[in-house]
Structure formats: structure tokens, C-alpha cells
Nanobody, 124 residues
Framework: QVQLVESGGGMVQAGGSLRLSCAAS????????MGWFRQAPGKGREFVGG????????YDADSVKGRFTISRDNAKNTVYLQMNSLKPEDTAVYYC?????????????????WGQGTQVTVSS
């Protein structure tokens, strides 16, 4: 079992930046692909970005391309989401998830383990 804990959420003005972290424990972190998803009120869960087991390949959703960057540090069992040029429409609860398949995918059903989420609020 892998436990995931997100941190770094908060409130920021439009145009600002936040860095989310997701710390993993209880498994072999370096074997998992990691993904970031978000869910806004009244909407379904949306893929934001993913990174493969080694960090050599990343996959960003079109809605965040050029603004968000996903990275990982396998020595620290942590995956990050750097969010720049934030917009009010980025407001959501952000979740990290682990996929034992090892390769990044936007398919949320491929991810077996999920964190509890962290709130990001962007004001205009």
C-alpha cells in the first residue's frame, strides 16, 4: 500500500504561483508513475499532468501546458507540481495519485492510490 499526502495548496491571486508537493510512503515510490488531478466544485475529476517512474517523461493537459510543470525526486519519495500564471479557473482540489504501471497516463482508473487532496483557490 502506498500512502500519499499532498501539501502546498492555498489561496493566491491570478498570475501568481504555487508549488504542490506529494509525499509518498509505504511502497517503492520509484516504481510508480505519478499523476496530478484536480476537481472543481460541481465538475468531474480532471487530469492535470503525469510523470513516469524515472521522471524522464511528463505529460501535461492542454489546459495547463506551458504554465504547470510536474517533477519528482525519487530520493525524497516526492512528486511536485509547480503552478505558474495561475488563473481563477485553476481553482480546485488537487490530488496526486500513483500508478503501478510506471508510465504516465491521463486515465484516472489506472491509478491505484490517491492522496486526500489540497485546496487551491485563485482569486481574480
Amino acid at each position: 500500500q502506498v500512502q500519499l499526502v499532498e501539501s502546498g495548496g492555498g489561496m493566491v491571486q491570478a498570475g501568481g504561483s504555487l508549488r504542490l508537493s506529494c509525499a509518498a510512503s509505504g511502497g517503492t515510490f520509484s516504481m510508480y508513475a505519478m499523476g496530478w488531478f484536480r476537481q472543481a466544485p460541481g465538475k468531474g475529476r480532471e487530469f492535470v499532468g503525469g510523470i513516469n517512474w524515472s521522471g524522464s517523461t511528463t505529460y501535461d493537459a492542454d489546459s495547463v501546458k506551458g504554465r504547470f510543470t510536474i517533477s519528482r525526486d525519487n530520493a525524497k519519495n516526492t512528486v511536485y507540481l509547480q503552478m505558474n500564471s495561475l488563473k481563477p479557473e485553476d481553482t480546485a482540489v488537487y490530488y496526486c495519485a500513483a500508478d503501478p504501471g510506471g508510465w504516465s497516463t491521463p486515465d484516472q482508473y489506472k491509478y491505484d492510490f490517491w492522496g486526500q487532496g489540497t485546496q487551491v483557490t485563485v482569486s481574480s
